[in-house]
């Protein structure tokens, strides 16, 4: 069980690595949306992605620990970034377990924090007997993306941030976040449930990805119908762990289709002026598409990260 | 002269109307630029780039001293959606002229306001001919986008804030703002001067739009040897107005190359996921250009505009 002293631990302990990151409102988007949205923009975040919350949370716990000497972890994106910065924060080596599909800019982003990266096969089999393999040779302690209560500790210091500088005064009506494995929606379901109980949380998902939206109504962690969209940082299916927690303390998952996300997307270029990726604009997707759900509220919006390749914008 | 009263006054009257914008930093570009760059995000200005700021304290002025019932400029970029943005924020009417060859976008955004678009041929001729015929049609005010003190006091709130938010305990060593006609510059040099005196000013122009510079050394104002650049909010020349402003407190003026301008917003979009457009990124090339002159330096730069068309982007 992830207490609200795990969450405020989690924050102090990674506070000295991350930035405290800005909160945006754009008067157009409100307008657009006919609710009044906060922004948490976790894309000026270290390595430009929430995720290094979670990685930075459960690696001090490693290093601290002595609970090991090198990192590993399997991951196309952000969360291999996120792991190979913490590693280097704490001076540990890390092994990135990459499928060789995995675009060159994410691979040269791990080797720039000093990691090895161990290509494979771009199946989850081949990632997990890479991972197993640099275990059995190095002994390196796993951080895996969402199936940690310290990465999902971590994760929720990110909602912590924005109840704390925007919604005291007033509390938000609800808190929209993107769900893959589901560690962010965790964490900031968990952090509002402690801290703003009177908010409701809801998620965004592809409808290309439509995994969480039916694992939330049976109860069971189920695989999505087809994988297809371009929110590629929300591919992966729940745990049992993080569909606990979300049927505990979140309110309703909304599926959004990939025009609606790319719609998104460029509205927040546009108007805000700031570059989201394409998982990043899922929840804004997902307001825009429900102003009914949304009408005349205050609305905090986890925007989650900005690495996009530029060579292959989808406008 | 425009007095630091002046400043202080313009910057009164146009806070209620503009966003005081955040200043973030970026460890990966510090460290490419071996100094430390606090970058001031009038990307996130109102209307998307800092000339809401001249355009507000002239329009605000016009309407409080009753000095006309109707505004006009000509401008192709984001000048003319500062003069209708601010003339909607007063209640009246605005004319702007546009050659018939600026992209749809803009006009949109200028009609968007709320105010009336009158084309006319690219020509510098043509737009002042169309002017001319507003005026007397409707009796409307110019608002020029550089040569009026008015214009230059509110552009130069922009490095105001900046110095009262990052300037104050150690001052910047150095500040940097781009230059057109020199409305930004001249203003930025102002407020350095009156403010902060210890921090010289510097200039970054485009090599395919080298006015400023040649004018700079002659003390006359000159043209450009050629016009052709991708900074296309910096192709215009200085006035005397500004030119006298910028010889007396202006320390270098330094010319990058389309490469170079292109290579500066290319990094800012993707280390800091902030949305600038080419004109923007002069200041940061100049920078990177001339390492030597930055050394372990407290840089200020004015990020100036996001307003891009994502359709035409040069990466």
Redo the contacts between chains.
């Keep these: 069980m992830i207490s609200i002293d795990t969450i405020r631990d989690a924050h102090d302990r990674i506070r000295p690595h991350i930035h405290r990151t800005?909160v945006?409102t754009n008067q157009t988007i409100n307008d657009r949306a006919g609710a009044e949205l906060f922004f948490k923009c976790e894309?000026?975040q270290k390595i430009?992605a929430f995720k290094a919350r979670g990685g930075l949370n459960a690696v001090l716990q490693v290093a601290q620990n002595k609970e090991g000497t090198a990192l590993t972890t399997h991951s196309s994106g952000n969360h291999a970034q996120a792991v190979a910065f913490a590693a280097r924060q704490v001076g540990l080596p890390a092994y990135i377990v990459m499928p060789r599909t995995a675009p060159q800019v994410k691979k040269e982003a791990v080797l720039g924090y000093g990691a090895e990266v161990i290509e494979c096969e771009p199946t989850l089999d081949a990632r997990e007997a890479g991972v197993r393999e640099v275990i059995q040779r190095t002994g390196a302690v796993l951080v895996h993306p969402f199936d940690d209560d310290r990465v999902i500790a971590g994760q929720a210091t990110a909602a912590k941030e924005l109840i704390e500088d925007y919604g005291q005064e007033q509390p938000f009506d609800v808190m929209v976040a993107p769900v893959g494995g589901g560690g962010l929606l965790s964490g900031t379901a968990l952090t509002t449930h402690y801290l703003s109980p009177t908010t409701r949380v809801v998620a965004g998902e592809p409808e290309g990805a439509a995994d969480a939206v039916l694992s939330f109504r049976s109860g069971q962690v189920e695989k999505a119908p087809y994988i297809k969209t371009i929110a590629d940082g929300l591919m992966t299916t729940l745990s049992e762990r993080t569909l606990s927690i979300i049927r505990a303390h979140v309110s309703d998952i909304l599926t959004v289709s990939d025009d609606e996300i790319i719609a998104a997307m460029?509205l927040v270029?546009?108007r805000?002026?700031?570059?989201?990726e394409p998982s990043c604009a899922v929840p804004l997707a997902a307001v825009l598409k429900h102003p009914d759900q949304f009408a005349g509220q205050k609305v905090g919006i986890i925007l989650t990260g900005?690495n996009v390749d530029?060579?292959k914008?989808p406008?």
Excluded: C, D, T, V
């Design positions: 800005a945006l894309n000026f430009g460029r270029w546009e805000m002026k700031i570059i989201i900005g530029l060579g914008l406008f």
